[in-house]
């Protein structure tokens, strides 16, 4: 089955700074890969997520690129700020049923 | 447009016992699933259901159940509960046919003593 491994487990960055955060997925067949952001208390909010036919996508200070061949993708965050602090998770998907497994998490802390 | 609604917000039960969660999906959602939020094990997934069918399940023993009606609202049973049984449920609806784009509710924490 899937296997994501994310890295680092916590980062700690100043505001304004950037932040980045990687994952890599065992299954060749994974096609989907979404990220999602939890706040303290909330479930897992999805911010952004990027398909198999796409190399990278932006959104405002959230950007994704993946690298099918090496089977790794990153979160890409520009501009920190507090209100980023969360803990972020990625995710693959080869789209069938429901067989998404994520990381283990990536606790971002945006110091001001 | 209402998200996912879980209840209940927090559950305090003893070891043998049973509990019943319950999840209302975003309108018009057909797919819901469940998965098990820990610190250990991060989060791992339960079950899926759509249009009243269970189309995938986890590795979770049988103790762990669910099941989902014909309004798409769902219900996730757990029996004979054990201490580990201890975490977040969170659970998930989406719009499409086939996993993607899943929209979390935030979860019942369950506590078991």
Redesign the interface.
Known sequence: GENVEQHPSTLSVQEGDSAVIKCTYSDSASN?F?W?KQEL??????II?IRSNVGEKKDQRIAVTLNKTAKHFSLHITETQPEDSAVY?CAA?T???????????TRLTVKP | KAGVTQTPRYLIKTRGQQVTLSCSPISGHRSVSWYQQTPGQGLQFLFEYFSETQRNKGNFPGRFSGRQFSNSRSEMNVSTLELGDSALYLCASSSASRNEKLFFGSGTQLSVL
Request: net charge neutral; aromatic share 26%.
């Open positions: 989907y979404p999602y208390g909330k479930g897992p909010q999805l997520d998770f998907s789209g069938y049923f429901n067989d998404m497994r994520f990381g283990a998490g």
